[in-house]
């Protein structure tokens, strides 16, 4: 017999997958209409000049490629580029790379595409999550999805290579969507989150990259405008930049004891 208690939370739990696909469906029907869209339309490759040249990698969903800006090098692996060379002087080379439907269950395809760049890279950054997120994947299948995503990125990588895997952003922000599937969206967004957190902290070559803080209570609409998408690759790149740069400084300390 079902409990008042059980029938509660499975109502609830419909509530929120019902708010997830409306917020789906709104996502998708957004994006179908590409009239205030802007990409870049260049190469995703660059480089920032110096000696000791890192290698870096962003692969992952339409941010990771420069979604909102026109050129590649205003991306996040632009920005990640000239931060990590700010932060060590050293020179560095990045490509931007897609997933296929933006999807994480997709990554292979990406790796297999991009399998040369991997081999010398020292840094990738996964970002990954929001396509994820309002197309209802569970966090038994996220977790089980990031696992298999970090075997292979680690065996495709360098034995020394650093991943950095962005938390999904606080999609109770997405001001693409409607108030209710922002709700649940944040939500689901949450515990993706949490399980990405468990399974990095088991893996030494493996970290996180919070979304900044300081853009975490913005409400975030798509615009036909580079001005916001310049303030948030630039901040997000930072706190990678900064991630590196530590985990680096940690490296040092250690061969030195």
């Not at 692969?59 to 991306?75: D, K, S």
């Not at 515990?191 to 803080?213: G, K, M, W, Y």
């Amino acid at each position: 017999m079902t409990t008042t208690d059980e029938a509660g939370h499975r109502g609830s739990r419909a509530l929120e997958l019902g708010a997830r696909l409306i917020g789906l469906v709104e996502f998708f029907f957004r994006r179908s209409d590409k009239s205030g869209d802007v990409s870049p339309g260049d190469a995703p490759v660059g480089e920032v000049e110096g000696a000791d040249r890192l290698e870096v990698i962003v692969i992952g969903e339409a941010n990771a490629v420069g979604l909102g800006v026109t050129r590649h090098t205003l991306g996040m692996a632009g920005h990640l580029a000239r931060h990590l060379h700010s932060r060590t002087g050293r020179g560095v080379h990045w490509e931007a790379a897609r997933i296929e439907t933006d999807l994480l269950r997709n990554l292979p395809a990406a790796v297999r595409e991009h399998r040369g760049s991997l081999a010398s890279a020292d840094v990738a950054v996964l970002m990954i999550g929001i396509v994820d997120t309002l197309s209802l994947t569970g966090t038994r299948a996220w977790s089980r999805q990031l696992s298999a995503a970090l075997d292979l990125l680690t065996a495709s990588l360098p034995v020394s290579a650093t991943i950095l895997v962005t938390s999904i952003p606080p999609m109770d922000n997405a001001g693409s969507i409607s108030r209710l599937a922002r709700l649940a969206s944040g939500r689901q967004a949450r515990a993706l989150n949490r399980e990405s957190a468990l399974l990095i902290a088991q893996r030494d070559n493996c970290h996180v990259v919070a979304f900044p803080t300081t853009l975490s209570q913005e409400l975030w609409s798509p615009q036909s405008r580079e001005t916001p998408y310049l303030k948030m690759y630039d901040e997000w790149a930072r706190s990678a930049a900064n991630a590196v740069h530590e985990l680096e400084e940690q490296r040092v300390a250690f061969f030195n004891v």
